[in-house]
């Protein structure tokens, strides 16, 4: 599942960032208020969290922003401040949740994941299919022709990136910001070393295979069409 983080102060943003990726999410972080909010405009995503306090558009004005174009997507809101006025305020607007800082990433985490399973979005999936292949997005579990399939944080994001983006040709820059969050350094094989191990565990012993290397140009998982 994919989340958007938008806060200014680096270690928390990084902070959340690092935890939130190591539980298997694909996160964006972006710092500043107009950012946050282009994102959330442009990008679907299955939980936006939230800061009240931002450089240039502050939380208000992006969750009454996207609740006016009619959004759900559920928010989290991030606050220094503990006052009854400000969390009545978030709720009125729309937000799902509101956490006061400092606070503890494992109540973060439990919350996060408590929004999800609410199914806040309509349009949020927690199940991924292609062909036999299937992925449950909220127990992180994979399955091709019912046979149980384990992978680790980093390949179970990049496989649901790949699910996600069924039939198109993903380069290898776009995986390295979406799953490594990190600018693609073409003397790395990080990607290719995981879309080799990840191909192994999917589609070794199975028909039809589904994760193709397109020459050049990156990877694709794509199953034929049935005649």
């Given at each position: ?21 190591e ?21 679907p ?51 799902d ?6 606070f ?43 046979h ?61 295979k589904?994760i ?8 694709m998982?794509?199953?034929p069409?049935?005649d």
């Open positions: 599942m994919k989340l958007l983080i938008v806060e200014d102060e680096t270690k928390i943003g990084d902070y959340l960032r690092q935890g939130l990726t539980a298997g999410f694909v996160v964006n972080l972006a710092r500043t208020g107009l950012d946050g909010h282009h994102l959330a405009v442009t990008e995503y299955d939980l936006i969290i939230l800061d009240v306090m931002l450089p240039d558009m502050d939380g208000w004005r992006i969750l009454k922003s996207l609740r006016e174009m009619g959004s759900k997507v559920p928010v989290l809101f991030l606050t220094a401040r503990d006052s009854v006025d400000e969390r009545v305020t978030g709720l009125e607007l729309g937000a949740d509101y956490l006061v800082k400092p503890a990433f494992a109540e973060l985490l439990a919350r996060v994941r408590t929004l999800l399973r609410r199914g806040t979005a309509p349009a949020t999936e927690t199940t991924l299919k292609v062909a036999d292949l299937e992925l449950d997005l909220m127990r992180r579990r994979v399955t091709r022709a019912g149980r399939i384990l992978l680790t944080v980093k390949e179970f994001a990049l496989l649901e990136l790949l699910v996600r983006r069924q039939g198109e040709v993903l380069p290898r820059s776009l995986i390295a910001s979406q799953v490594w969050d990190m600018n693609f350094d073409s003397d790395t094989n990080v990607i290719d070393v995981a879309i080799r191990r990840v191909r192994a565990k999917i589609d070794d012993g199975f028909e039809p589904l193709h290397t397109i020459r050049g140009m990156g990877y998982l794509d199953a069409d049935k």
